[in-house]
């Protein structure tokens, strides 16, 4: 493969990496903090590549027509954008409430008279070690829709580094109709007391809803 052709796959990676970090597409691939890191190593990429072509003394015409196929999955990367991870990945990983870290000190009634924003994951735990919190109050849930046998739920995905580490965590939802699988949802309601307590148990809270109103998918998918 000569120099530029190395070049340009060299670029070809860097302007994928760029396009995912200079928009919001990261997101549906890594969490926040490696916005940056993602478009410092693009823009070095592609420097890399110019450097490469200007700097050439020499142009080893020896290039396999097979290596130029390299290009094709950095082409199909950078024009196809996948969705963020949905309902197969919820069904396989749901409700590891072992891996949401919630400080016990900070851990304290949630306002009455008010609807409590709550993330899914928080909502898992509360009722899971902490149900005191949940009780008689009003809390919003926003999520995508997941279906089995026994209902629907309002789910979410969350991850610590990257999609690859991604956990869901899914609250049943009683008193409405189901929406499509995967439409976003935002639910508002109360926790059925006794429902998703003990670490470990195998049935997810319910939430007795009062509201459910579609919603688009945020810029965030992942909590």
Same mark, same amino acid.
Do not use: H, N
């Given at each position: 493969m000569n120099r530029n052709a190395q070049a340009v796959v060299l670029?070809?990676?860097? =302007?994928?990496a760029l396009r995912v970090g200079v928009t919001d597409?990261?997101?549906?691939?890594v969490n926040?903090?490696?916005?940056?890191? $993602?478009?410092?190593s693009g823009a070095a990429m592609v420097a890399l590549a110019f450097l490469a072509v200007f700097s050439s003394r020499y142009d080893d015409s020896d290039s396999s027509r097979a290596v130029w196929a390299l290009l094709l999955p950095v082409v199909v990367a950078f024009v196809v954008q996948p969705p963020a991870l949905g309902a197969y990945v919820a069904e396989r990983r749901a409700n590891d409430v072992a891996a949401v870290q919630i400080d016990k000190a900070a851990v304290a009634a949630l306002p009455a008279g008010q609807v409590n924003d709550l993330l899914v994951s928080e909502f898992v735990a509360y009722a899971s070690a902490y149900p005191e919190v949940l009780?008689?109050?009003?809390v919003r849930l926003v999520g995508f829709a997941t279906h089995d046998g026994d209902g629907w739920y309002v789910t979410r995905l969350s991850i610590s580094c990257c999609a690859a580490d991604? $956990?869901?965590?899914?609250?049943?939802?009683?008193g =409405?109709? =189901?929406? =499509?699988?995967?439409? @976003?949802?935002?639910?508002?309601?109360? @926790?059925v007391s006794g429902t998703g307590e003990g670490v470990g148990a195998t049935d997810p809270p319910v939430l007795a809803a009062t509201a459910v109103t579609p919603v688009q998918e945020p810029k965030r998918p992942y909590e």
């Open positions: 670029a070809a990676i860097g =302007a994928v597409e990261y997101a549906r691939y926040d903090w490696m916005k940056w890191p $993602l478009v410092v009780t008689e109050r009003e991604a $956990l869901a965590f899914r609250v049943r939802v009683d =409405a109709d =189901a929406p =499509a699988d995967e439409q @976003w949802v935002e639910v508002v309601g109360s @926790w």
